[in-house]
């Protein structure tokens, strides 16, 4: 079965205590990404990379870091979580052009992250 | 201007009753453009792309409108279980930028 898996699907921590959010896929995709998403303000891009050991910075980067080192596997770092990061985390991939012609996204379940 | 805007709603409506979305976007230079729905607290899943030619799915139509830049979607004959966020989707082309509409919130009602 396709899919994108993420853990932990739930996680508390305090201020400060360094923390990584899982991302894998078996669909062979070389396109993944890290969204958050905040109430009233949708879904925001944090990272996304093209392909192994390629990554960039999406719209919301600051506080994250990601790495890319095989293909299935895009774990996100927070090095020092502040409250400000409390929110809905989703990985996504991109494998191409899909069947309707388009690039279409595949999501994980989400982790969802509070920082006190 | 955002790139992509959606009214957030709620739309409140009653069983069986049709329903249309509209969202519009900035870049004239978008090649792709989709619906996901999302249940709460869960991850947005494909609903259909949306092509300048129209398409439709079942109960669901979607429209492309690149002169006015607007996307639509409509649903017929609404189901209970058709409540949900649903979240319009721009993509410039290839892996290149994709943008989402924060989302509109339809409410089915027995």
């Known amino acids: 079965e396709a899919q994108v898996t993420q853990n932990p699907r739930y996680l508390i921590t305090v201020t400060g205590k360094k923390l990584t959010v899982t991302c894998s896929q078996n669909m062979n995709h070389e396109y993944m990404s890290w969204y958050r998403q905040d109430p009233g303000l949708g879904l925001r891009q944090i990272y996304y990379?093209?392909?192994?050991?390629?990554?960039d910075k999406g719209d919301v980067p600051e506080g994250y870091k990601v790495s890319r080192k095989e293909k299935r596997n895009f774990p996100l770092i927070l090095e020092s979580p502040s409250p400000n990061q409390t929110s809905l985390y989703f990985c996504?991939?991109?494998?191409?052009?899909?069947?309707?012609?388009?690039?279409?996204?595949?999501f994980g379940p989400g982790t969802r992250l509070t920082v006190t | 201007r955002k790139e992509v805007e959606q009214d957030p709603g709620p739309f409140n409506v009653p069983e069986g009753a049709t329903v249309a979305f509209n969202c519009t976007y900035s870049?004239?230079?978008?090649?792709?453009f989709f619906w996901y729905r999302q249940d709460c607290r869960k991850e947005p899943k494909l609903l259909m792309s949306v092509y300048s030619s129209g398409n439709e799915d079942g109960r669901f139509t979607a429209q492309l409108n690149r002169a006015s830049q607007y996307i639509s979607l409509l649903i017929r004959d609404s189901k209970l279980s058709d409540s949900a966020t649903y979240l319009c989707?721009?993509?410039?082309?290839?892996?290149?930028?994709?943008?989402f509409g924060t989302g509109t919130k339809l409410q089915v009602i027995p």
């Open positions: 990379s093209m392909n192994v050991e390629v990554t």
């Open positions: 870049n004239s230079a978008s090649q792709s």
């Open positions: 989707v721009v993509n410039l082309g290839g892996y290149q930028k994709v943008t």
């Open positions: 996504a991939t991109m494998g191409g052009q899909g069947s309707s012609g388009g690039y279409e996204q595949y």
